[in-house]
């Protein structure tokens, strides 16, 4: 199945790109990028792409959102489209990183994990000792 992207101008002014499927009432958003304007420090305009929503306030990153918050919704365009997908697979090896690291640091920390009871037992021994 061929994937469409879109872009979209909400009610609250931000821009987004994303893959979309109609509902009823509106929109869903798959994996919506928020669409910026910035000038660089030689002064040429440029465009980014950044979370929507951030990933740490919601992970699956799928919104409804209803017609009335829609300005306009277009087919983005091929350009567009490219940047949208060689930004989400950046996105995508940086979160297989961080999960990567955190499942490692988790596996440390179990390693190390101790019952309350031997805690509280290693610290009376540690006094008796002195």
């Known amino acids: ?40 420090s030689s002064k040429k305009a440029s465009l980014m792409l950044t979370p929507w929503v951030q990933v740490a306030i919601d992970t699956d990153q799928i919104f409804d959102v209803s017609n009335e918050k829609i300005i306009f919704i277009k087919q983005s365009d091929i350009n567009l489209t490219e940047f949208y997908l060689e930004t989400m697979n950046t996105f995508n090896k940086e979160k297989e990183l961080n999960e990567k690291y955190l499942n490692d640091e988790m596996t440390d920390v179990e390693e190390f994990n101790v019952t309350e009871d031997d805690f509280i037992s290693s610290i009376f021994n540690k006094r008796k000792l002195n």
């Open 1 to 40: 199945m061929h994937e469409k992207y879109y872009l979209m101008r909400l009610m609250t002014g931000d821009d987004v790109v994303c893959q979309a499927e109609k509902i009823d009432n509106g929109y869903k958003l798959i994996n919506p990028l928020k669409l910026s304007y910035v000038i660089t």
